[in-house]
């Protein structure tokens, strides 16, 4: 354009917006990419099948069990708008659910109070992940589980932080697990009424440590969760004792079998 040529905008006239910069996001907005299936179909490309995806719900909660699933999608038949459980509604959900149990090959294990007691929220955790695992119709030759720790299972295996907000499979099994432990909490609202299991599920929030604190603990709490030792301490003192880990057992074993030698 020449200097001191000015263009007029007629009434009526559209503008080219096109070669304007694209707006930027809100400050304080994150864009939020849902989960793909591309990690799954890049195997499937290189002739790898079955391939799984499995997550876990209720890590965090004072009472039930922890919840794992483990989910192969059919590639022709994945419903739509799968995402990680946290990002849905408890009605969309609930659809999902159904969607994908309809069309896909899944499984779904347990790791109960007293076996989370006994081992430790994260080994009880991934116990599960592998039961599931083991529990599907057909072996998976390669599996994707959400956070830091790889799981013992025959095939390949991936672990993905924040693998369910990124890999499909993991997404479908993040909402069979919580939908599944979702209802199994209100099932045991019923057999122990007062808790609150069918609205909080089990977590911490206060309504839950109120009813702890006026009730004690129940038979589907966890013993070792500071909460309900407190809950504990008060209502039953003589039953709390001192837990000693698994090292200085056996430590306290070898010197006394030293000492008798």
């Not at 930027?24 to 849902?34: E, H, R, Y």
């Not at 794992?68 to 994945?78: E, F």
């Not at 929030?205 to 407190?230: C, K, N, Y």
Request: hydrophobic share 45%; glycine share 6%.
């Amino acid at each position: 354009m020449r200097r001191g040529v000015r263009f007029r905008t007629i009434p009526g006239m559209i503008r080219d917006k096109s070669s304007k910069k694209p707006a930027k996001p809100a400050k304080g907005v994150i864009a939020v990419t849902p989960p793909s299936f591309r990690r799954e179909r890049a195997l499937i490309k290189r002739g790898v099948w079955p391939v799984a995806g499995c997550d876990e719900a209720g890590r965090g909660p004072l009472a039930g069990p922890v919840v794992a699933a483990a989910v192969v999608l059919d590639p022709k038949r994945i419903p739509k708008g799968i995402d990680d459980s946290k990002r849905l509604s408890a009605e969309r959900r609930e659809e999902l659910f159904e969607e994908i149990c309809a069309t896909a090959s899944f499984a779904v294990a347990f790791a109960s109070p007293a076996r989370i007691d006994r081992d430790n929220i994260l080994r009880a955790s991934l116990w599960a992940l592998t039961r599931a695992v083991q529990a599907l119709p057909e072996t998976p030759q390669h599996v994707f589980v959400d956070g830091r720790d790889r799981i013992d299972v025959s095939g390949a295996c991936d672990a993905v932080i924040g693998g369910d907000g990124i890999v499909m499979s993991i997404a479908a099994a993040s909402i069979i697990a919580k939908v599944t432990r979702d209802r199994l909490m209100c099932a045991l609202a019923l057999d122990c009424p007062g808790y609150g299991f069918e609205t909080h599920k089990g977590y911490a929030v206060p309504e839950h440590r109120e009813a702890l604190d006026r009730l004690g603990p129940s038979i589907h709490h966890r013993r070792f969760f500071a909460p309900v030792v407190a809950a504990r301490e008060k209502h039953s003192p003589e039953t709390v004792v001192v837990a000693r880990d698994l090292f200085t057992v056996e430590t306290q074993i070898v010197s006394e079998v030293s000492a008798s030698l």
